[in-house]
């Protein structure tokens, strides 16, 4: 039993492997958030100290206890308007106006799994998930709130969301629903976040968590280039390698906000979930809103521990397992060898040079549609450009299978260009309000997936191009920020529900496309990541991590992106020198092992390489295919603290059974008359000896991981080393 409720003290304690989370019944029915730690016996509600503090109120029935009071108690779902003066999880504006919710526990169910939120990605049940559902209601409102507990023992990690009723006969305006509001009573902490931008996605950044606080979060209709869905809080002195850390992510891939503050008392909040600015939901009566679900998990074991109950989830419980985690095909994508100048014949030159070398499968991007002959044209009209191609879908599919290689094709499904007879026959599918000029982006607008004809229009013109070929994998991509956002389908009452509905409607449309076609692969993308989330993750099994394919760039992208996320879902391919985007070049063999961190590939014009470029490549395929389930199902640890390094980035795998690991360095910046790059190991048995493999050296996991192993000295910029070692 992963749940249980104490009757007496009235305390819910919800254990997994390492960890414990605890909750109490408190006066009034207020829901007390007790504990959030490592495993420990007994309960905690002694920490819960009652103190007077000026300008605290106090609930009405329980006046005369003047430390009893909402300002100051550690909450598990904060109400708003009653005193309560820290953020709120949720907000509430009741027909007659009236602003204030205030919730108390009015009952409880423990049960076996868990179920499926309608519409929305979640995390899939383990064998062991129990779920607990506590009831708090506002009877005033006629507000019913259900927070939900699924428990994954064995993973450590607990998911939780948010239902809210309305059991009244009037309308309720949802103004905010969080899915995460967690108090930690005392104590300092850390908070990373990860920030970025197009072309350098999810860096971490790390500050002390101030009275004042933080809030980041994404406006922009996804989840973001800018601030990803996902903190980690941290003990001061955490690091890599050791220290208490804490992990809240969202599975959702629309706006969302993070808020993180000190309290007078120095108790500590975190609330996250759905960004309310661009969010109003009118709730009729006998109506329920489902929150999107977050992943919680706490580890003692630095970042890296963190890192992997994350990876471990997403990979076992989020991913849908009927993907491999490795090896995925080793694709090459048309898009930098070629951009939007192609036909069929330069497309399978492409195929025949790359099977030659050992890819597997070929991805036309972007421009063999409509009349796109650059981005200002034809989104929306899904309709194979032949006369560019010089040939049907069909054929140039059979050319590429005949090659024995899969084949991927391009869309952006939500998205329409002003240029397209999508858009001259239908105007109002696009977001934009009345009478006034949309922004644009990229030339384009965006599509209203609110709506079910849209939805239904864009399914049936996908399928017929995916009926019309034999098509393996499809990129979706998503390339601006949504702006203008009035759908000509929703009354002028519920525009503000369309985010999030827009959300709804892109997961609809994933969901049918899945349904149809089953054993299509999809790899998620906006503009690169902006759109990396786990939420995507749950219909895409893999998502391109960053359009910067800059080997040195991606260091530091791929570093960021693995706080959260697994290795096994990082699209990373190997691109042409100078490098495309950053003027960049560095070592073929450097580019391997960046990309080899991912979903191996190539975006590249296979047929300029050199033939000593075609042997490095060959060898490179065949060092993926030996090494896809370490670097995919290993344990993965940065070996290069959170600050990063300026001269070089190192990190490893260890595999399940810690009989193999794969230990990787690339320099960034030589030294003249420097010292040899130093790491600890990480993950080893301490108790065996590993070889390094092509070498008679040898030394014990314990002494690689306390002493350490330093790197042959390297010789140039953007020198890149992978070390193998294997137990004896
Ligand atoms: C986005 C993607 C790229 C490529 C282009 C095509 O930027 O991230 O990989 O597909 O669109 O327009």
Request: one cysteine or more.
């Amino acid at each position: 039993m992963s749940i249980r409720f104490n009757s007496e003290t009235r305390v819910f304690s919800l254990t997994t492997a390492n960890t414990l989370y605890q909750m109490q019944i408190g006066q009034a029915g207020v829901l007390l958030h007790l504990f959030y730690g490592p495993q420990a016996t007994g309960e905690m509600d002694y920490l819960v100290r009652l103190q007077d503090r000026g300008f605290s109120g106090n609930i009405y029935e329980l006046a005369s206890q003047r430390g009893y009071s909402l300002d100051t108690l550690p909450q598990e779902y904060s109400g708003s308007g009653v005193g309560d003066y820290r953020a709120p999880a949720v907000q509430v504006r009741a027909e007659n106006g009236s602003r204030s919710v205030d919730l108390r526990y009015a009952g409880h169910e423990i049960t076996p799994g868990r179920e499926r939120p309608q519409g929305l990605p979640y995390v899939r049940p383990a064998e062991d998930t129990e779920t607990l559902t506590i009831t708090l209601t506002d009877p005033v409102l006629g507000l019913r709130v259900q927070l939900k507990y699924h428990v994954f023992p064995a993973q450590d990690v607990i998911v939780r969301s948010a239902r809210l009723i309305n059991d009244s006969n009037r309308p309720l305006r949802l103004e905010k629903a969080a899915t995460v509001c967690l108090d930690f009573l005392y104590g300092d902490l850390d908070v990373i976040h990860f920030h970025g931008r197009h072309n350098m996605e999810r860096l971490p950044e790390r500050q002390r968590v101030s009275h004042g606080g933080l809030q980041v979060g994404s406006r922009r209709g996804m989840s973001s280039h800018h601030h990803n869905p996902f903190v980690i809080l941290c003990a001061p002195h955490a690091t890599e390698r050791q220290g208490e850390c804490y992990g809240s992510m969202l599975v959702y891939s629309g706006n969302h906000l993070e808020e993180v503050e000190k309290d007078q008392g120095g108790t500590i909040r975190l609330v996250s979930g759905i960004h309310p600015e661009e969010f109003s939901w009118l709730l009729a009566p006998g109506e329920d809103f489902q929150t999107p679900e977050a992943i919680l998990s706490f580890s003692a074991q630095g970042l890296n521990g963190l890192s992997r109950n994350y990876h471990r989830i997403l990979r076992e419980q989020v991913i849908d397992k009927k993907y491999p985690q490795g090896p995925r095909p080793v694709l090459i994508n048309s898009w930098e060898a070629a951009y939007f100048d192609f036909d069929a014949e330069k497309i399978l030159g492409f195929a025949r040079a790359a099977r030659q070398m050992g890819m597997e499968m070929l991805v036309l991007d972007d421009g063999w549609f409509g009349k796109r002959n650059n981005d200002t044209t034809s989104l929306g009209d899904w309709v194979v450009n032949e006369q560019k191609l010089g040939c049907s879908m069909g054929a140039l599919s059979e050319g590429v299978h005949a090659l024995g290689m899969k084949f991927g094709l391009w869309f952006e499904p939500e998205m329409i260009s002003e240029d397209s007879d999508l858009y001259r026959a239908h105007p109002d599918w696009a977001l934009q309000d009345p009478g006034r000029k949309p922004n644009v982006s990229r030339n384009q607008l965006v599509l209203d997936m609110t709506r079910e004809d849209v939805g239904e229009y864009i399914f049936q013109a996908m399928c017929a191009v995916l009926d019309s070929a034999q098509i393996e994998y499809v990129k979706w991509d998503f390339n601006r920020s949504i702006a203008n956002s009035y759908s000509h389908a929703l009354p002028a009452d519920r525009q503000g529900e369309l985010a999030h509905r827009f959300i709804l409607g892109t997961y609809r449309l994933l969901s049918r496309l899945l349904e149809r076609y089953p054993d299509l692969m999809i790899e998620g993308c906006s503009g690169g990541g902006g759109r990396f989330d786990a939420g995507m993750l749950f219909y895409c099994p893999q998502i391109w991590c960053s359009d910067d394919t800059d080997a040195i760039e991606r260091l530091e992208i791929q570093r960021g992106t693995s706080y959260g996320y697994p290795v096994s879902a990082m699209g990373a391919h190997v691109s042409a020198c100078p490098n495309h985007q950053s003027g960049r070049s560095v070592p073929l063999s450097t580019r391997g092992i960046v990309a080899q961190s991912g979903t191996f590939g190539y975006e590249l014009n296979p047929e300029k390489l050199t033939e000593e470029e075609r042997e490095e490549v060959r060898r490179q395929i065949q060092d993926y295919h030996r090494y896809a389930e370490l670097i995919a199902q290993g344990d993965y640890f940065r070996l290069t603290e959170l600050d990063g390094n300026p001269d070089w980035e190192a990190w490893m795998f260890v595999s399940p059974d810690r009989k193999e690991a794969l230990v990787n360095l690339v320099i960034r910046h030589i030294r003249t008359n420097g010292t040899f790059p130093f790491v600890r190991l990480q993950g080893l048995d301490p108790d065996r000896e590993y070889q390094l493999e092509g070498t008679d050296f040898s030394a014990t996991g314990a002494a690689l991981m306390a002493g350490g192993f330093a790197f042959p000295m390297p010789r140039w910029d953007y020198e890149g080393k992978q070390l193998h070692w294997i137990a004896k």
